[in-house]
């Protein structure tokens, strides 16, 4: 019997597969982003959010088997097989041949590899996430440098399933984060 992923039940299946510090801020960005992106589309915010943030759940024990090993962890847990399917989808083309088809899976697909940018935008500044503007993340968008580990065509090939522009995505990424700017460690720094 499956049930309709929840937020705290998502928590729970991270905190048993995930010890990784950075990877359990990873999974709490993009849940936030997830549930901008959910609230863009009309769609259920929790469950968008729980999405997001169980997305990496084999990536700690299975680094270079990322997503191989997904179905295992989640079926015994009674995981519905379109959420399993939406979080197969986020490495479509890198390490998983499942292709994103609807908002929510395309949303996971571009907004995975932006949040490491934006995330990385933010620490720079000494106000964190709070006053962070897109014109500044579009800046460090262009230079490949910075965050290099971000794949840039992802996130473009990302927008254009969702048929949105870039700016627009990062707009809802960005709001997103800003709510969970403690869990992430971007409040302003104290003076």
Known sequence: MTEKLTLAKAQEIINQNVSEQHLIVHAL????????????????????????????????????????????????LGIAEEDIHAILCHGYGICSDTKPESNLEKSLFTVDELTGIIHAAARMRPTGISDLEVKSVMKKFKDKSFAAKCDRAVIKQGCEMLNMELADVMALAIAGMKTEAEGLGLLPKEA
């Open 29 to 76: 960005a993009v849940s936030a982003a997830m549930g901008a992106m959910a609230e863009h589309f009309g769609e259920d915010k929790e469950h968008w959010q729980a999405i997001g943030y169980l997305h990496d759940v084999d990536y700690e024990k299975f680094p270079e088997e990322h997503l191989q090993h997904t179905e295992e962890i989640l079926q015994p």
